[in-house]
């Protein structure tokens, strides 16, 4: 079995503490690890060689990726840009390939959070399990609100495949709230995970299926690695590579089987500063301030505070804000906008301060 | 005529800029340039010899303020510790009466704003003419709100001096809001500012009379003045003396005339981050923010941002906060919370954080 990490996303959802260069998964902000070491602990209960767990990641966090698994083993493969889940899957099967075409490989994002990953790992053995058979797997968190911020998938006819399995009815986009309330009320739809289950055969014959230019492309790879040409050539690939989602180029037009395994493992994509005031249950003080680093409050509730500045935050008579203090900027927002962390550094490009971006 | 600029206080209302090192005389709160620095400027057009015109300071403030003045020629008088105003202006008597006993002083507090210096100036120079007459003068702002952190002077019998003058009818401690709105509605009250004329002489025959040991202090530092023994006889003469303000010790008590001259020139004693905001007309951004330092905003209105520990401060969606960010402490609060800060630098002596004190 194979494990596959994608922690090539960039984005600045997290900004300040998140950068361009220093994107979510490789920082701590739901535990004491960065996300990257949380998702490969978790996974070490479900494949447990490190050299068949494979992280793909952007060249320019390369050297950072091999710096924080220090030797464990792992594989670390390097684009040399992002063109979305479709390629880095791709590059991830290729290289998977020449060792075991038919082994069972689990795709999933490096920069989510799961509250209980035995659980979790439970759902994750079944659906490799059911992965060998020529199927596309995937799997779905039970929703537990009407969350329109998830996209979600739609069960159709039950089957048994070691835990309870469903037929994929269609995908759903993130839905308004009103949709989402009849997803939630009808217990007929699951949050989509991201993540995915096929063997590197399957997943590849499909690729040349629909997307011929992309298998031909990794073809090309293919006959690179172990030259010393194999650098230059996916370079020149990707280069050339359409940026589309595995969902669109495949999943979505596969005629294979197509499987989701329900679970309620605590799932969340943990995508804005809100997310992670919300996670932190448990670690609240007594006024539901969520602090990490240097802080002193008085009169202050419901307040997300990071210092990792080296600076004593202090708040007085404030409720419901993100206060995240770094070195060399600082955000107070009000939680409820975090989603919107976007606009701050839009504004910050067009004032010409890329360097803080 | 001389000038006395009361530079001693301590405090850290304007935390985390100011520090018990660092208080708000010695900020740039208000205008580029330090409120001590600002106070002597708006000064040189009343008293325009610097020789004439003494800064008293506690002493670990001594050097900071030397280099301020850079050679100015400013008096500075040093005192070991703070014990309020009447040791204060007994102690600038006492140099200035080897000078001239008979000539005004002006005595006013070194970190007040004045929005109209021009009409700050004419009543002052009318004020020091009257107290060339065995007489205590004090200055009143006209009251242009219902102000409960402010002390009162009721006006008496009006006087020509000048410009137009009252006797003091009495001096009213912080009013409740139900006597602030009776006092501003009556037309015969004026803020207290803290602003006093006398000779050299005047003052220090009241002290003897009204506060003899402190007049015997006194006299053992003058008899020491311009000997090796002078900081000592001055440290000794401090660690005895009673903690009182001149008000208290001596105003209150004088059988002299005592006059108060109304001016109506935007005096503000600048007593917290909120008052520094409303102080910041005209140099608002459009959305009410008052900024100093790097900033971005995003649907954020009518918040105070100083920045000077070098960071980018980012607002999101926030409305009437302080955000104040120095090298080694942040304070985000409610601007209408502002003049709880004391509580927050209580908390943080409490925490063993003096050295953020």
């Given at each position: 079995m194979f494990t596959v990490i994608m922690a090539g996303g960039s984005g600045t959802r997290f900004w300040p503490a998140s950068r361009e260069r220093l994107p979510k998964q490789f920082l701590k902000i739901t535990s004491s690890r960065t996300m990257l070491e949380d998702t490969l602990e978790r996974m070490r209960s479900v494949v447990d060689d490190p050299a068949r767990t494979y992280i793909v990641v952007n060249r320019i966090h390369e050297q950072l990726t091999r710096d924080l698994i220090r030797g464990a083993g792992y594989q670390v493969l390097a684009e040399p840009l992002g063109r979305n889940t479709a390629a880095c899957i791709g590059l991830a099967a290729t290289h998977i390939s020449r060792v075991d075409p038919d082994a069972p490989i689990l795709v999933l994002p490096s920069d989510h959070h799961i509250a209980r990953p035995d659980e979790f790992a439970a759902v994750l053995r079944a659906a490799a399990e059911a992965a060998r058979d020529q199927a596309i797997i995937t799997i779905g968190a039970t929703p537990t609100r009407p969350e329109t911020g998830y996209g979600y998938i739609e069960m159709g006819e039950k089957i048994e495949a070691g835990m309870p399995c469903f037929k994929v009815s269609r995908f759903v986009e993130k839905p308004d709230s009103e949709a989402a309330g009849r997803y939630l009320a009808s217990s007929k739809f699951l949050w989509n995970c991201g993540i995915f289950g096929f063997t590197a055969g399957t997943i590849l014959a499909e690729i040349k299926s629909c997307k011929p230019e992309l298998f031909a492309g990794l073809e090309r790879i293919d006959a690179s690695?172990?030259?010393?040409?194999y650098r230059a050539v996916v370079e020149q690939v990707y280069l050339s590579l359409?940026?589309?989602?595995i969902d669109y180029a495949v999943i979505e037009k596969t005629r294979l089987p197509l499987l989701v395994f329900p679970g309620?493992?605590?799932?969340?994509?943990?995508?804005s500063w809100q997310a992670v005031y919300e996670l932190g249950a448990g670690s609240y003080?007594?006024?539901q301030n969520l602090v990490a680093g240097d802080a002193a409050s008085i009169d202050s509730d419901g307040n997300l505070v990071q210092s990792t500045g080296g600076r004593l935050v202090a708040l007085l008579g404030v409720e419901g804000l993100v206060v995240i203090d770094t070195a060399d900027a600082l955000l107070v927002a009000r939680m409820d906008r975090s989603q919107d962390v976007k606009l701050v550094t839009q504004l910050i490009k067009r004032n010409k301060r890329d360097d803080l971006c």
């Open positions: 690695i172990g030259t010393s040409d359409e940026s589309i989602s309620d493992f605590g799932w969340s994509d943990v995508g003080d007594e006024a």
